[in-house]
């Protein structure tokens, strides 16, 4: 089969051992030809490729990145966009689509279905927030780089008797602060979907440098809100799927986190370190699994599935249900787990 691979979207630590591992599979156990797409949906927009072959894909598996780039271009909100997707895949022959991706790519990926566009979607997200899989690759980098970063703003911290607000990814769902701060002993764990009393923070920064510790770090998702507050945003501009561009809000709770508490108080943003680089182990081995799911379901009837991990297997899950419910912490969880070990 002739088959098409595109990532789109952020990027996200280990696009590239899914990748090799489709296009390795598909050459040896399949006969497959691959064309990869550049730069998300734009590349079959503008029709612009990049051939792939196992020899392209040999030694990536621990790059960062992508090698086929990528956007947030949505055909859907182009002029003709769709038409054109549609006429790229018919010049270059594509019999089949393997769509790598978080919810606004496959959600396109979803919608090229009822076109009669044969695709397999892959679950991509350091936000981790897509529900049909237990986890998306990406995730796990993304904590240990903040956890990190946690560990080093501690020892500062502590030098100097400082508060450090460390602002991290994740726009509705907290994830990434939820475990890096319960991996790094934070004092307070901030996410989008438990707004904040901003005075209950401060009182645990109090607390914890009153006992005579004086490392206090407060780790803060880039989306948590105080109570009744809106996001902080950086700037105005949306992309073609409607999101904001965040960021802001640990300077926010810096200053007012000095201001009640009198202790000096710095903030550091961690923003787009913790998608760089290469993947860890963990990213690498999902990766690679969901590659040869994906391979494996263009295949052997999975067309408009996406592959996930559930039980530690990988299944295949409708691409509607797929997109239709992003994975939020559940309170229960935020209260299991978080609130027993702040302050
Ligand atoms: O969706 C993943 C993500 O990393 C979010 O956590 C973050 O808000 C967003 O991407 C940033 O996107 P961009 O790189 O387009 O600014």
Known sequence: MRIGILTGGGDCPGLNAVIRAVVRKGEEDYGDQFLGFMDGWRGLVDNITLPLSTERVRDIISLGGTILGTSRTNPYKLEDGVDKVLATLKDQQIEALVAIGGDDTLGVANKLTAEGVNVVGVPKTIDNDLSATEVTFGFHTAVQIATDAIDRLRTTAESHSRVIVCEVMGRHAGWISLYSGIA????????????????????????LTASGRHAAVVVVAEGATPGEGSLIVTSSEVDQFGHVRLGGIGNLLAAEIERVTGIE?????LGHIQRGGSPTAFDRVLATRFGIGAIDAVHNGGLGTMVALQADKIVRVPLNEAVSEPKLVPHEFYEEVAKPLVG
Request: glycine share 6%.
């Open 184 to 207: 790094g002993g934070a004092v307070d764990i901030l996410i989008p979907e438990e707004p904040f009393d901003i005075a209950s923070v401060c009182a645990n920064v109090q607390a």
């Open 265 to 269: 108080t710095r903030v550091a943003i």
